[in-house]
Nanobody, 117 residues
Framework: VQLVESGGGLVQTGGSLRLSCAAS????????MGWYRQAPGEQRILVAR???????HYTDAVKGRFTISRNDAENTVSLQMNSLKPEDTGVYFC????????????WGQGTQVTVSS
């Protein structure tokens, strides 16, 4: 069972990126899915989470700019990031989250997003 992210890169302020995460195994169907960000020297924080029913939740800093979605037929979860800001810079990790406890049960390897000013 693993999560594999793709889609990171370098973009200017105001630009857009789309991150994707492909899940193998059965964990996808029984989990909420999330995207976390870790900036240099900072803790990893939850940016967006989507439930098994497709409901999205966002940290305040990205509301209105980021959209999380999932495709259960393809076992993928995506994060569309618009109007990017330098403070969005960091390594973004895909995560499978236990629906009940909220504990992350599986992490992806991470993908770097850099927003230049």
């Amino acid at each position: 069972v693993q999560l594999v992210e793709s889609g990171g890169g370098l973009v200017q302020t105001g630009g857009s990126l789309r991150l994707s995460c492909a899940a193998s195994g059965s964990i996808f169907s029984i989990s909420d899915m999330g995207w976390y960000r870790q900036a240099p020297g900072e803790q990893r924080i939850l940016v967006a989470r989507i439930t098994s029913t497709g409901r999205g939740h966002y940290t305040d800093a990205v509301k209105g700019r980021f959209t999380i979605s999932r495709n259960d037929a393809e076992n993928t979860v995506s994060l569309q990031m618009n109007s990017l800001k330098p403070e969005d810079t960091g390594v973004y990790f895909c995560a499978a989250i236990n629906r009940v406890s909220g504990v992350v049960e599986l992490w992806g390897q991470g993908t770097q997003v850099t927003v230049s000013s």
